[in-house]
C-alpha cells in the first residue's frame, strides 16, 4: 500500500489566484519539510479584472507576513468599505442602495429588521442599523494613519491593482516564502499508474514532479479540464451576463475624492462596475450578449463615462467574453483547481478572489498527510466547494430577482424557471418569515445572512405577513440601536479621515503593526 | 493665534519676556511632547506614553497631564505641581524654526544646529515691552537670560533626533504594544483609553544577552522603565480628574 507521504505541491499559473495559493501554502508549511513549487508560463498573460476583494484578505495577506503597508504602497490598493447599488430597483436616476461591510448592529444578538421595518425612522435599513453607508457617502476612509496595519475602525476590504498584485505575491513567495518558481511552459503530463499527474515536462527540457497539483491556469483549466477532462457546469440559464468590456479611467484630477464603495450601476442588460484605485478608475460594463449588442453596451459604457471623463471614446478598452459556470469537481485524484479554472462568475460581490482564499484555506488547513488521506479531503473539499458554488449563484441571482427594471434582460431575469431552486424556495419562506440566520445553516458561509438583509431591504423586499416574537422589549433595544447608529456615524465623521487623504497618508509615513 | 517668527536682535531687541520658572504653563495642553532625555525625571510624576502623530502616524513620546481635552490636571491655581516641566512648556514662548521655512533679506538670525534658529511667538502673552527679563544687551548680543533658552532649546532639539531613534529601534523590535487602560471615569464608568502605546516587558524579557546590554549603555533600558513605571500616575490623574468634577472648581 502506498502510504509516501505528502512532500511536493506543485501549483500551475502565476495569476492571483496561483500567488495567493502559494504564499497560503508557504507561510504555512515550508518549515514542515513541504516544498511548495510554482510552475508559470513566461507567455501567458493574467486576465488581471479581479480588483474588489472581501475583507478575509486581510488575514489572507497578515498570514502570509506581508506587511499591509507595503501591500497598498505596491498595489495601488485603495479601502472598500462596500458595494453601492445605483439603479438596480427601477432604474430612476438617483435611486441607489448599500451593501455596507459592517455587520448590522446587535447582529449576533438580536435581529433589528422587525423594528426597523415598522418604519418609524425613516431611514434605509442599511442607514439604520450600519453607520458605513454615511461613511462612504461623506467620502470617508475606514481607518485613521495612528491605526495599525491590518486594523480597522471601520469594517473594510480593498480595490487593488490586479496585476501588480499578482507581481508583489510573487515577489514575497519567493524573496521570502521560499516559493521555487520555474518560468516555463508545461509541454506535457507525465501519467502515474494509477492515473494520478506524476510530473509536468516543461518546454525546456526539464520535468516538475509532484505528489499534489494545483491548476491554476485560469478558464483553460490545464488539468482539471483538458487533461482530465472534468466537466463544466454552466449557469447561463440563472446568471445571464457572460460578456465584459473593462477599462481603465482617469480622475479629473490627483486629488479626486476616491469612493470607497464598488459602484455598481444598473444598465439595461447588465451593470457598470465603478473602482476607485488612488490613480485611476478600473471600470467596465459586464453584460448578456444575448441581450445586447457590443455596440450598444460601449455606447452605454461611454455614456456612463460622459460626465467626469473629458474623452471617454479615447479610452480603450478590452472585451473578456466568458462562460458564467464552474467545474463539476473541484479536485480530482491528485488535483485540485483553485481560481478561474474552478469556475467563474460575474464580478457581481467580489466572489471570484473570495473563493480563492477559502479554497486555499482549506488547502493549507486540511493538506492530506499522504496520497490514502487524499480521496477523503478530496471528497469533502469537493462537496464544500459545490455548496459554496450554489449559494453564491443563489445570492447574485437575488439581485436582478428583486429588481423592478423593465427592459428583456430584467424581466428574463426574473422568470421563475430561471431562478436556482433553493433560491426559490427561500423566497417563499420569506413571505411569511423574515430573513435571519438559520436560513443559511453553515458556520462558514460565503455570504451571511447580513448580506441577505442589506440586499433584499435594500431592494424593498417586504413579506407578505409575518410571525414574530419580538415584543415591546425587542423593541426598545432596536430603537436604542437605531440611534447608536446614528451617532456612531457622527463620531466617524469627526474622527475619520477623507479617503484619499487617508491613502496619502499611507503611501507618505506608512502604517505601524501596532 | 500664534505668530512665530525668526528671533532676530535688531527686529526684537525691545521685547521682554514676563518671568515664570514653569514656562508657559497658562495653556491647558493635555498631551505634551517630550524627549527621551527628560523621561526619568518626568516618570517621578508625569504617566508617559509612546503615541501617534495624527497626521503621519510616527510614534512620539508624550507627558500625559489631563484625562480631557482642555485641562490640565498638573497645574493648580498657576502653579506647576510637578518636580519637573516638560521642556515643549518650558521653552515657550521660544520655538525651534527651521532656517528656509521663512524667506526674508539676511536678517540676523539666533542660530540653534544646522539650519535651525530661534523663533518666538509674538502674539504670547508673556512677551511685553515693558517689563520683563530682557533678551538683548545693549549692544545686541544676546543676555544671559537668551543664552539659557538657547541651550534649552539645542538640548531639545538634539532630543527630538534621540528620541526618534529610540522610538524606531523599538519599533523595528516590535517592543510597542498598545497600553489595554481603563480609567473610572466620573459618570461614565470605566472608560477605555485609546491610543496610548507603552513597551511590551514581555518581548523585553525576550531579548537576547547582547540586546539588553546594548539596550542598558545607551540608556534604552531606563527609559523604558520611566514609561513603563509612569502608567501608574494615570489612576492618579483619574481621580484629581473626577475631583474636580465633583467639587466643580479648578482649584484643588
Not at chain 2, 521663512?102 to 504670547?124: H, K, N, P, T, Y
Amino acid at each position: 500500500m502506498n502510504i509516501t507521504p505528502l512532500k511536493r505541491v506543485v501549483i500551475v499559473g502565476g495569476g492571483t489566484a496561483g500567488w495567493i495559493t502559494a504564499g497560503t501554502l508557504s507561510a504555512k508549511w515550508r518549515d514542515k519539510g513541504i516544498s511548495i513549487t510554482l510552475v508559470e508560463s513566461p507567455n501567458v498573460p493574467i486576465i488581471g479584472v479581479g480588483e474588489g476583494t472581501w475583507p478575509t484578505m486581510r488575514k489572507t495577506l497578515q498570514d502570509m507576513g506581508v506587511r499591509e503597508t507595503d501591500f497598498v504602497r505596491e498595489c495601488s490598493v485603495a479601502f472598500k468599505q462596500g458595494w453601492k447599488y445605483a439603479r438596480w430597483l427601477t432604474g430612476a436616476e438617483q435611486e441607489y442602495y448599500y451593501h455596507p461591510l459592517e455587520l448590522p448592529a446587535a447582529y449576533h444578538d438580536q435581529d433589528l429588521a422587525p423594528a426597523w421595518l415598522e418604519g418609524k425612522n425613516g431611514r434605509s435599513f442599511s442607514k439604520s442599523v450600519c453607520p458605513q453607508e454615511e461613511a462612504c457617502e461623506m467620502g470617508l476612509g475606514p481607518k485613521a494613519i495612528t491605526t495599525a496595519e491590518y486594523q480597522g475602525i471601520a469594517n473594510y476590504a480593498y480595490h487593488l491593482d490586479a496585476g501588480a498584485f499578482a507581481e508583489f505575491l510573487k515577489r514575497h513567495c519567493v524573496e521570502k516564502l521560499g516559493v521555487t518558481h520555474v518560468l516555463d511552459d508545461v509541454v506535457g503530463i507525465e501519467v502515474a499508474p494509477n492515473d494520478d499527474i506524476a510530473a509536468l515536462s516543461l518546454k525546456g527540457g526539464t520535468s516538475v514532479a509532484g505528489d499534489l497539483f494545483v491548476d491554476c491556469t485560469g478558464m483553460r483549466a490545464l488539468l482539471l479540464g483538458q487533461h482530465f477532462g472534468v466537466g463544466f457546469r454552466s449557469c447561463r440559464k440563472h446568471l445571464f451576463v457572460d460578456t465584459a468590456l473593462a477599462l481603465h479611467a482617469p480622475y479629473p484630477s490627483d486629488d479626486a475624492p476616491i469612493a470607497s464603495p464598488t459602484i455598481s450601476t444598473a444598465q439595461d442588460a447588465g451593470w457598470i462596475w465603478d473602482i476607485g484605485l488612488p490613480q485611476r478608475r478600473g471600470i467596465g460594463y459586464v453584460y448578456s450578449s444575448s441581450h445586447s449588442s457590443e455596440e450598444h453596451a460601449l455606447e452605454q459604457l461611454r455614456a456612463y463615462l460622459q460626465p467626469d471623463v473629458a474623452d471617454p471614446d479615447a479610452l480603450e478598452h478590452r472585451k473578456i467574453e466568458f462562460d458564467p459556470g464552474h467545474r463539476e469537481t473541484f479536485w480530482h485524484r491528485n488535483v485540485v483547481a483553485i481560481g478561474l479554472s474552478a469556475g467563474f462568475l460575474e464580478p457581481l460581490e467580489a466572489s471570484s478572489l473570495l473563493l480563492v482564499e477559502i479554497s486555499s484555506g482549506i488547502l493549507a488547513e486540511q493538506l492530506p498527510a499522504n496520497r490514502n488521506m487524499m480521496d477523503i479531503v478530496a471528497r469533502r473539499f469537493n462537496e464544500t466547494l459545490g455548496y459554496h458554488w450554489s449559494r453564491i449563484i443563489d445570492f447574485l441571482k437575488l439581485h436582478y430577482v428583486l429588481s423592478r427594471r423593465t427592459e428583456k434582460f430584467w424581466v428574463d431575469n426574473r422568470v421563475p424557471e430561471s431562478i436556482p431552486e433553493r433560491l426559490q424556495e427561500l423566497r417563499s419562506l420569506w413571505e411569511h418569515q423574515l430573513p435571519w440566520r438559520h436560513d443559511l445553516p453553515r458556520a462558514t458561509e460565503v455570504y451571511s445572512a447580513a448580506s441577505y438583509q442589506y440586499i433584499l431591504y435594500g431592494m424593498e423586499y417586504r413579506p407578505v405577513d409575518y410571525l414574530t416574537y419580538h415584543g415591546e422589549q425587542e423593541r426598545r433595544i432596536a430603537l436604542r440601536h437605531f440611534d447608536a447608529t446614528e451617532r456612531q456615524a457622527q463620531h466617524w465623521s469627526r474622527k475619520l479621515p477623507q479617503h484619499r487623504e487617508l491613502i496619502d497618508q499611507i503611501r507618505a509615513y506608512g502604517m505601524s503593526t501596532v | 493665534m500664534k505668530n512665530i517668527q525668526p528671533l532676530c536682535p535688531r527686529l526684537h531687541g525691545g521685547i521682554k519676556i514676563e518671568a515664570s520658572a514653569s514656562g508657559d504653563v497658562s495653556s491647558n495642553r493635555r498631551i505634551v511632547s517630550v524627549i527621551v532625555t527628560e523621561l526619568l525625571g518626568l516618570s517621578l510624576d508625569i504617566p508617559l506614553f509612546i503615541t501617534k502623530h495624527p497626521k503621519t502616524g510616527a510614534f512620539d513620546l508624550s507627558a500625559i497631564m489631563a484625562i480631557e481635552d482642555g485641562e490640565n490636571l498638573f497645574l493648580r491655581d498657576g502653579e506647576w505641581c510637578a518636580s519637573q516641566v516638560p521642556l515643549n512648556i518650558l521653552r515657550e514662548p521660544f520655538h525651534i524654526l527651521r532656517s528656509d521655512a521663512f524667506v526674508g533679506e539676511s536678517q540676523e538670525v539666533i542660530a540653534l544646529a544646522e539650519g535651525m534658529v530661534v523663533g518666538i511667538d509674538l502674539e504670547s502673552p508673556r512677551t511685553s515691552d515693558e517689563a520683563g527679563l530682557q533678551l538683548f544687551d545693549e549692544g545686541g548680543s544676546p543676555s544671559p537670560y537668551l543664552r539659557q533658552i538657547t541651550t534649552m532649546l539645542a538640548s531639545l532639539y538634539s532630543g527630538h533626533h534621540a528620541t526618534r531613534l529610540f522610538l524606531q529601534t523599538l519599533a523595528e523590535m516590535q517592543l510597542i504594544a498598545p497600553a489595554q487602560i481603563e480609567l473610572p471615569i466620573h459618570q461614565k464608568g470605566f472608560v477605555a483609553v485609546n491610543g496610548l502605546y507603552t513597551v511590551d516587558l514581555a518581548r523585553l524579557a525576550d531579548l537576547d544577552e547582547a540586546a539588553i546590554v546594548r539596550f542598558h549603555l545607551n540608556g534604552y533600558l531606563q527609559a523604558i522603565h520611566a514609561i513603563s513605571n509612569s502608567a501608574g500616575h494615570l489612576a492618579k490623574l483619574a481621580r484629581w480628574h473626577q475631583e474636580r468634577q465633583v467639587r466643580g472648581t479648578v482649584g484643588l
